[in-house]
């Protein structure tokens, strides 16, 4: 071998050596493999410093996609935390359904419904008790601090570069442990998949995922959580922590829970599409009596109450009586299905995202609510049947004595 030949040889496993060094200096996220120890001393180095965080503001989005062989969905909510010594905080809530503010400068608490324009304000309870469960730090921000434990059993991933808010975030990704309750479907696949900021030792994003394993049934479910801002010890002005009501807001007692009572009260506000794609305001019927029917197809005493309903519509719509049935399934095709077997002619809505509950209250089905020509509420009960139904008959001879009583002394 010739000088020049054993210069070129020395010269080429030179330059291979410099080529390899530089693959594996310039290594991507996505081909770094993580060891489990490193996921532990991160996941714990995560959750200490939102533990010992003396004050925090955090915004999160959440976006829900479900696609199945007769379904097509989309979801999006928000929910905003900041929170300072001395029991201060301001968390909010919003979503499809509702919209809920929770606030505290120390010493006084105030819970704000926007779209009711009521709000509630009291003293802060100060015993041990009420502070735990502080509505800013429990849910998933307890969560964010245990999460070193909570994904101790997880499993690595590649790690990546991700995107939020223009931001490049390059992550340690980590599959959750399965729940240990598993899930009843074994045709059911779910995994939550979590990344975590390398760099400031936060998380960035979760994903929960649950798939069908079966080709003949489709369901495809994703539900992502992105938090788009997280600062830890932020400076924070006190004006955050109060509330100053709007104009045009009502200070009450307190929110009801559970259905809201209605009675004599007018009615609230109910804006949807008919089952066949119609603008639908209860507004337009104001004058005239109407019952409000809300169902399901999933909900057996509600089928079995449908023709109740049915027949006191038919024996009274001559006299003008309106009826209007509300369902709440998820897909409204159900309902339509459902109806058009049955051949039910009157006014069918649907309200597949339960929106209806922010005005009306939350209540079991079926619930029946009859409202008067003067547009207020006279009768409103969770479950329709045959004792029911005097009742509500009673309550139409009362609203119109043109209606039949139930007893032939009643006036």
Request: glycine share 6%; proline share 7%.
């Amino acid at each position: 071998m010739t000088k020049s030949s054993i210069r070129l040889c020395i010269l080429t496993i030179l330059v291979s050596v410099a080529v390899s060094a530089a693959a594996q200096s310039n290594q991507t996220p996505s081909q770094k493999r993580d060891t489990p120890e490193e996921m532990q001393a991160l996941l714990a180095e995560t959750a200490k410093n939102y533990r010992e965080a003396n004050s925090l503001r955090i915004e999160r989005e959440m976006e829900g996609i479900s696609q199945a062989d007769l379904s097509l969905s989309w979801v999006k909510s928000f929910s905003k935390v900041t929170l300072a010594s001395g029991n201060r905080y301001r968390r909010e809530d919003k979503s499809a359904e509702t919209w809920e503010i929770h606030q505290s400068d120390g010493t006084t608490e105030w819970k704000w419904y926007p779209w009711r324009k009521q709000y509630v304000e009291q003293p802060l309870d100060k015993s041990s008790e009420s502070l735990s469960s502080n509505p800013a730090e429990g849910g998933w921000v307890e969560w964010l601090k245990e999460i070193d434990k909570k994904l101790a059993g997880g499993k690595l991933q590649p790690s990546e570069i991700i995107e939020i808010w223009g931001r490049q975030v390059n992550c340690m990704v980590i599959v959750g442990p399965p729940s240990p309750r598993g899930f009843p479907d074994p045709s059911m696949k779910q995994q939550t998949t979590y990344w975590i900021d390398l760099d400031r030792k936060l998380v960035a994003k979760e994903q929960f995922a649950m798939r069908s394993t079966v080709p003949e049934h489709k369901v495809d479910y994703v539900y992502t959580t992105t938090y788009n801002i997280v600062e830890l010890n932020p400076s924070l002005s006190e004006s955050l922590f109060k509330f100053f009501p709007p104009e045009g807001a009502e200070r009450i007692a307190d929110f009801e829970r559970g259905p809201v009572a209605l009675v004599g009260k007018p009615a609230p506000p109910l804006k949807l599409k008919t089952l066949d794609g119609k603008d639908f305001d209860l507004v337009s019927l104001l004058g005239k009596p109407v019952i409000i029917d809300f169902w399901a197809t999933w909900c057996m005493p509600c089928r079995k109450s449908m023709p109740q309903v049915a027949k006191l519509y038919e024996e009274f719509k001559a006299m003008g009586l309106n009826l209007v049935s509300v369902s709440l399934d998820e897909d409204p095709a159900d309902a339509a299905r459902f109806v058009m077997q049955r051949k039910y002619s009157w006014t069918m809505v649907a309200d597949p995202s339960s929106s209806s509950s922010r005005d009306w209250g939350e209540s079991a089905i079926p619930r029946v609510v009859l409202i008067g020509k003067d547009g207020k509420v006279w009768f409103d009960v969770q479950g329709f049947d045959d004792e029911e139904e005097p009742k509500l008959r009673s309550a139409l001879h009362k609203m119109d004595p043109s209606f039949p009583g139930v007893y032939s002394n009643e006036k």
